[in-house]
């Protein structure tokens, strides 16, 4: 749950300070002016944090999971000890992994650290949250085999977390139910069922939170549907994706 919400965007509203404070030195100041610019996600910087020290219940794609995080960070700019402290970050996490994986967490640093798409963007889509647990539009329109970037934000005003999923026509029962079975299991797997009718989907998402889903839209026209599968959610959240 905590690697899902890694990968989501908070809130990073900019506050007035005052430039006379700043002018009183002009080393800091510059610091100052880069952190504002940058905006850093502070959630993300705090879960990766509280991982750090997680030395059991990892698998080995959630490790690698959580180092690709570190890679993507080098992007965040901050004040002049801020690089220094997601390194230490880094640095106290690997003291925990298992020596077997670390030569797979080194080959990361060589990866690309482009946190988009993984392919061409045909069609930009918004979708957000309205009272009474529905989504803020019933109805998406995509054509078949477009590149979809879907930018989900859970704005309920009740504090409840929401997901997104993707499914085949006629399908959207049949994946609430067995959602809703997932029983202990759901919370990990942010109640989306392993089933080969699910396209596509978000983690939970957290109140305030964007996630933005990027997938490639059936080449089969058609009428799918999109649904939250937090339990008791999907019977009125949910909405249908056209594909024509």
């Given at each position: 749950?905590?690697?899902?919400?890694?990968?989501?965007?908070?809130?990073?509203?900019?506050?007035?300070?005052?430039?006379?404070?700043l002018a009183r030195n002009s080393g800091y100041a510059r610091a100052f002016a880069a952190?504002?610019?940058?905006?850093?996600?502070?959630?993300?910087?705090?879960?990766?944090?509280?991982?750090?020290?997680?030395?059991?219940?990892?698998?080995?794609?959630?490790?690698?999971?959580?180092?690709?995080?570190?890679?993507?960070?080098?992007?965040?700019?901050?004040?002049?000890?801020?690089?220094?402290?997601?390194?230490?970050?880094?640095?106290?996490?690997?003291?925990?992994?298992?020596?077997?994986?670390?030569?797979?967490?080194?080959?990361?640093?060589?990866?690309?650290?482009?946190?988009?798409?993984?392919?061409?963007?045909?069609?930009?889509?918004?979708?957000?949250?309205?009272?009474?647990?529905?989504?803020?539009?019933?109805?998406?329109?995509?054509?078949?085999?477009?590149?979809?970037?879907?930018?989900?934000?859970?704005?309920?005003?009740?504090?409840?977390?929401?997901?997104?999923?993707?499914?085949?026509?006629?399908?959207?029962?049949?994946?609430?139910?067995?959602?809703a079975g997932l029983g202990a299991a759901g919370m990990a797997n942010s109640f989306v069922?392993?089933?080969?009718?699910?396209?596509?989907?978000?983690?939970?998402?957290?109140?305030?939170?964007?996630?933005?889903?990027?997938?490639?839209?059936?080449?089969?026209?058609?009428?799918?549907?999109?649904?939250?599968?937090?339990?008791?959610?999907?019977?009125?959240?949910?909405?249908?994706?056209?594909?024509?």
């Open positions: 749950k905590t690697l899902a919400l890694m990968s989501q965007s908070s809130d990073q509203s900019k506050y007035d300070w005052s430039p006379e404070l952190t504002a610019a940058s905006s850093p996600q502070r959630d993300q910087i705090h879960y990766a944090k509280e991982l750090r020290n997680l030395k059991t219940h990892w698998t080995d794609a959630q490790r690698l999971e959580y180092f690709r995080w570190y890679r993507k960070a080098e992007s965040f700019k901050g004040g002049n000890s801020f690089g220094g402290f997601l390194n230490n970050f880094r640095k106290e996490a690997l003291a925990n992994v298992p020596k077997e994986m670390l030569s797979a967490i080194e080959k990361i640093k060589q990866e690309p650290a482009n946190d988009g798409p993984p392919f061409e963007i045909d069609t930009r889509l918004v979708l957000g949250v309205k009272p009474m647990m529905k989504f803020d539009k019933e109805e998406l329109r995509v054509k078949p085999g477009d590149g979809v970037e879907l930018a989900f934000t859970n704005n309920d005003p009740m504090p409840m977390m929401h997901n997104l999923v993707l499914v085949k026509p006629g399908a959207r029962l049949e994946i609430v139910i067995a959602a069922p392993k089933s080969d009718k699910v396209i596509a989907y978000t983690p939970l998402v957290l109140t305030g939170n964007t996630y933005k889903l990027y997938f490639k839209a059936p080449t089969d026209p058609g009428k799918y549907e999109y649904i939250c599968t937090y339990p008791g959610h999907g019977l009125t959240m949910w909405g249908t994706l056209v594909v024509e």
